[in-house]
């Protein structure tokens, strides 16, 4: 089993930027998937870009295509989301989870089964 604790939230203005970081525990982390998604109030838990367990892959929702760039540190057991020209739309709780079973990198939120807790990100107009 993958622990993962994100961190890196916070409250910053329109235009501005943030990084999340997504540590986990577990030496096999190396061979997993990660995703980011998020949940804004009242809305439902979205995908937000994923990254294979290279690196060598990654993906975006259109929204924040060109803003956000994920990463990944495997030798330090972390994955990073830098989010620049932040927008109000981007507030909401991010969520990393890791994608167990070998499989690649997926946008669907029932094929991630490791779950970290969750980091508040509130963009101010």
């Known amino acids: 089993q993958v622990q993962l604790v994100e961190s890196g939230g916070g409250l910053v203005q329109a235009g501005g930027s943030l990084r999340l970081s997504c540590a986990a525990s577990?030496?096999?982390?190396?061979?997993?998937?990660v995703g980011w998604f998020r949940q804004a109030p009242g809305k439902e838990r979205e995908f937000v870009s994923v990254?294979?367990?290279?690196?060598?892959?990654?993906d975006y929702a259109d929204s924040v295509k060109g803003r956000f760039t994920v990463s990944r540190d495997n030798a330090k057991n972390t994955i990073y989301l830098q989010m620049s020209s932040l927008k109000p739309e981007d507030t909401a709780v991010y969520y990393c989870?890791?994608?167990?079973?070998?499989?690649?990198?997926?946008?669907?939120?029932?094929?991630?089964?490791?779950w970290g807790q969750g980091t508040q990100v509130t963009v101010s107009s």
């Open positions: 577990g030496r096999t982390f190396l061979r997993y998937p």
């Open positions: 989870a890791a994608r167990l079973g070998g499989l690649g990198p997926s946008k669907e939120q029932s094929d991630f089964r490791s």
């Open positions: 990254i294979n367990w290279s690196g060598s892959i990654t």
